[in-house]
């Protein structure tokens, strides 16, 4: 959950929008916004329980209420990855390792350090952001694993 993994820069392109050409926005885009983006640019309204929002909004200029965090997850076997879950805010990131004994975890100011390279999880002086981080990540997990697939998809914090 890295920065270095998760930052890919998104480029849209719509020629019937030659004025937001080169628009630069600070928002956290998702793969899982790239279908409802393009169900909304074909006018097709999205099917119940589709994750993600439409960057339409954001590619016309506006501002609307946006995402501060997200969930991940990497709960896949791989030989270099390990199972990790957490929570990206804007400015906290805190991650749990799925199969470590203790469990390990981290967590990041982003402010502060950028490229993520002081772990704050074992500092003293930032345990209410930890407890909150954990909190984030416990609520939203028990949300995911509540959820049915099919009503609509709405960030729990």
């Known amino acids: 959950m890295h920065e270095e993994s998760i930052r890919t820069p998104l480029i849209i392109r719509d020629p019937r929008r030659p004025e937001t050409r080169g628009t630069r926005r600070s928002q956290q885009a998702l793969n899982i916004d790239i279908a409802p983006t393009i169900v909304?640019?074909?006018?097709?309204?999205?099917?119940?329980?589709?994750?993600?929002?439409?960057l339409v909004p954001l590619v016309?200029?506006?501002?609307?209420?946006?995402?501060t965090a997200w969930f991940y997850e990497?709960?896949?076997n791989h030989k270099t990855i390990p199972k990790t879950e957490g929570v990206r805010g804007e400015r906290w990131k805190?991650?749990?390792?799925?199969?470590t004994d203790p469990m390990?975890?981290?967590?990041?100011?982003?402010?502060?350090?950028?490229?993520?390279?002081?772990?704050?999880?074992?500092a003293g002086?930032?345990?209410d952001s930890l407890a909150a981080m954990r909190e984030r990540w416990r609520v939203w997990k028990?949300?995911?694993e509540s959820w049915d697939g099919q009503s609509a998809w709405t960030d729990p914090a």
């Open 74 to 76: 990497h709960l896949f």
């Open 104 to 122: 390990f975890e981290e967590l990041f100011d982003l402010e502060g350090d950028p490229r993520e390279q002081v772990n704050l999880a074992g």
């Open 125 to 127: 002086d930032v345990s």
């Open 142 to 144: 028990d949300r995911l």
């Open 60 to 67: 016309e200029g506006q501002s609307p209420d946006w995402r």
């Open 94 to 99: 805190y991650t749990r390792y799925m199969e």
């Open 40 to 54: 909304e640019m074909a006018g097709i309204e999205p099917p119940v329980g589709m994750q993600g929002r439409s």
